[in-house]
C-alpha cells in the first residue's frame, strides 16, 4: 500500500468521512503541505504524547489531574455523569455547571456486551460523599436511561442527592416537529410559570 492509500485509508476512519471525503481532504492536505499538512501531523504528534485521561473525572487533559478537577473554584458538592467527554465539551461551553464531571466512557448495553465493569462506574462511586448531588447527564436513549436507572440504584442509601438533565421541548422548538417521546417527557416534566 502506498503512503497516499495509507493516508486515505486513515482519514476515511474519522467520523464523517467516508472514502471521497477522505480522498478529498488528502488531496487538500497535499496541495498545502507546508502551510496545513505539516503543521498537523507535528501537533499531531505533539497531543498523542502530551494529552492524557485524568485519572479522576476521565476528562482529557496535558495535566493531571485534568484543569478541572485541579479547579478549586469548582464545586465539589455535585458531580455531573457524562457518557464520554464530548458530552463534558458541550456542557463546558454552556458555562451554566460550575460543578465537578465523571465520564463514564460510554453507556450500558447489553446488545453490544458492555456491562458495568466496562465504564468507571466504580470509580464513580469511590468518588462519591454524602451531601453531594450527583447529576445524570445521560442520552435519552434505552441505553441512557438504563445506564443512570443502574447508577440511581447503586447511589441509593448513600446519603447523595440525583437528578438528572430536563427533557422534552428544545428552544425554538416546534411540536409539529417533535416525536411523541419527547413530547411526552415534555409533558412529564412540566412545571409552573
Same mark, same amino acid.
Given at each position: 500500500?502506498?503512503?497516499?492509500?495509507?493516508?486515505?485509508?486513515?482519514?476515511?476512519?474519522?467520523?464523517?468521512?467516508?472514502?471521497?471525503?477522505?480522498?478529498?481532504?488528502?488531496?487538500?492536505?497535499?496541495?498545502?503541505?507546508?502551510?496545513?499538512?505539516?503543521?498537523?501531523?507535528?501537533?499531531?504528534?505533539?497531543?498523542?504524547?502530551?494529552?492524557?485521561?485524568?485519572?479522576?473525572?476521565?476528562?482529557?487533559?496535558?495535566?493531571?489531574?485534568?484543569?478541572?478537577?485541579?479547579?478549586?473554584?469548582?464545586?465539589?458538592?455535585?458531580?455531573?455523569?457524562?457518557?464520554?467527554?464530548?458530552?463534558?465539551?458541550?456542557?463546558?461551553?454552556?458555562?451554566?455547571?460550575?460543578?465537578?464531571?465523571?465520564?463514564?466512557?460510554?453507556?450500558?448495553?447489553?446488545?453490544?456486551?458492555?456491562?458495568?465493569?466496562?465504564?468507571?462506574?466504580?470509580?464513580?462511586? $469511590? /468518588? =462519591?460523599?454524602? *451531601?453531594?448531588?450527583?447529576?445524570?447527564? +445521560?442520552?435519552?436513549?434505552?441505553? @441512557?436511561?438504563? !445506564? %443512570?436507572?443502574?447508577?440511581?440504584?447503586?447511589?441509593?442509601?448513600?446519603?447523595?442527592?440525583? $437528578? /438528572? =438533565?430536563?427533557? *422534552?421541548?428544545?428552544?425554538?422548538?416546534? +411540536?409539529?416537529?417533535?416525536?411523541? @417521546?419527547?413530547? !411526552? %417527557?415534555?409533558?412529564?416534566?412540566?412545571?409552573?410559570?
Amino acid at each position: 500500500m502506498s503512503e497516499l492509500d495509507a493516508l486515505i485509508e486513515l482519514l476515511a476512519k474519522l467520523p464523517g468521512l467516508g472514502p471521497r471525503s477522505a480522498r478529498r481532504a488528502a488531496l487538500y492536505l497535499l496541495k498545502r503541505r507546508e502551510r496545513l499538512m505539516e503543521p498537523l501531523a507535528a501537533a499531531l504528534g505533539e497531543a498523542a504524547a502530551a494529552i492524557r485521561t485524568c485519572s479522576l473525572c476521565g476528562n482529557l487533559d496535558t495535566g493531571e489531574p485534568c484543569a478541572i478537577c485541579r479547579d478549586p473554584e469548582r464545586e465539589a458538592s455535585a458531580i455531573c455523569v457524562v457518557e464520554d467527554v464530548a458530552d463534558l465539551w458541550a456542557l463546558e461551553r454552556t458555562r451554566a455547571f460550575r460543578g465537578r464531571y465523571h465520564v463514564l466512557g460510554g453507556t450500558l448495553s447489553a446488545l453490544d456486551g458492555v456491562g458495568p465493569e466496562d465504564l468507571t462506574i466504580a470509580r464513580l462511586l $469511590s /468518588r =462519591l460523599e454524602r *451531601g453531594q448531588e450527583l447529576i445524570l447527564a +445521560l442520552g435519552a436513549t434505552v441505553e @441512557g436511561q438504563t !445506564t %443512570a436507572h443502574y447508577i440511581a440504584e447503586r447511589v441509593a442509601g448513600m446519603g447523595v442527592t440525583v $437528578s /438528572r =438533565l430536563a427533557q *422534552g421541548v428544545p428552544i425554538g422548538g416546534e +411540536l409539529d416537529y417533535l416525536d411523541d @417521546g419527547t413530547l !411526552t %417527557a415534555a409533558l412529564k416534566a412540566r412545571r409552573a410559570l
